[in-house]
């Protein structure tokens, strides 16, 4: 079965260090990826996705992900965080039976 | 933001009374789906939906059934709520397919004491 695995469960950071969020999935078929995001107290938005094409990703805020098939791999990264940057950050890809399914979700705290 | 509302946003409740959960979307998308979020398990699949009347059961499905007679409701319903499932419970839909991009509502965040 499809597993979703982010290794990082919670990250701190200064302002202006750069970021890396882990992502791997174990399902080789995989086409869609994504990187949702959950503001404090508010409900989760799209950050990023992959189809298809270019495997470096460009999403909202400057996140960038890379898909990189041979690893199983969909690694969220910003080359400088803000303090609004903290939030939870969900990976999700599909299982076989057509359905996503999302990681367990890295907490990220950005201190001023 | 994707125009999708959940009623009500904060419930309490007993254990064993019925409780349901109502989302609203204004998008016309064809796919409805119920999540609900804890801690330290990531956002799972309760149930589905592919389209009017039709639904399926996703990964904790146990306790829960839903409905949907209109392309623009999703019923979740607790049938005898238990404190396991005190729980933010997120709606979210999606138009073309069930692996396209989902869009979700505000949450309504349930305790059962």
Redesign the interface.
């Known amino acids: 079965a499809q597993s979703v695995s982010q290794h990082n469960h919670h990250v701190i950071l200064s302002e202006a260090a750069s970021l890396e969020l882990g992502c791997n999935y174990s399902y080789g078929g995989t086409?869609?990826l994504?990187w949702?995001v959950q503001y404090p107290g508010?409900?989760?938005?799209?950050l990023l996705?992959y189809f298809s094409g270019d495997p470096l990703v460009k999403g909202i805020k400057g996140f960038e992900a890379e898909f990189i098939k041979s690893k199983f791999s969909f690694n969220l990264r910003k080359p400088s965080v803000q303090w609004s940057d903290t939030a939870e950050y969900?990976c999700a890809v599909?299982n076989q039976g057509?359905?996503?399914?999302?990681?367990?979700?890295t907490e990220l705290s950005v201190k001023p | 933001d994707a125009g999708i509302t959940q009623s009500p946003r904060h419930k309490v409740t007993e254990t064993g009374t019925p409780v349901t959960l109502r989302c609203h979307q204004t998008e016309n998308h064809r796919y409805m789906y119920w999540y609900r979020q804890d801690p330290g398990h990531g956002l799972r699949l309760i149930h589905y939906s592919y389209g009017v009347k039709d639904t399926d059961k996703g990964e904790v499905s146990d306790g829960y059934s839903v409905s949907r007679s209109k392309t623009e409701d999703f019923l979740l319903t607790l049938e005898s709520a238990t404190s396991s499932q005190t729980s933010v419970y997120f709606c979210a839909i999606s138009d073309r397919a069930s692996t396209d991009t989902q869009y979700f509502g505000p949450g309504t965040r349930l305790t059962v004491l």
């Open positions: 086409v869609n994504f949702y508010q409900h989760l938005q799209l996705k969900f599909p057509g359905k996503l399914i999302f990681g367990q979700g």
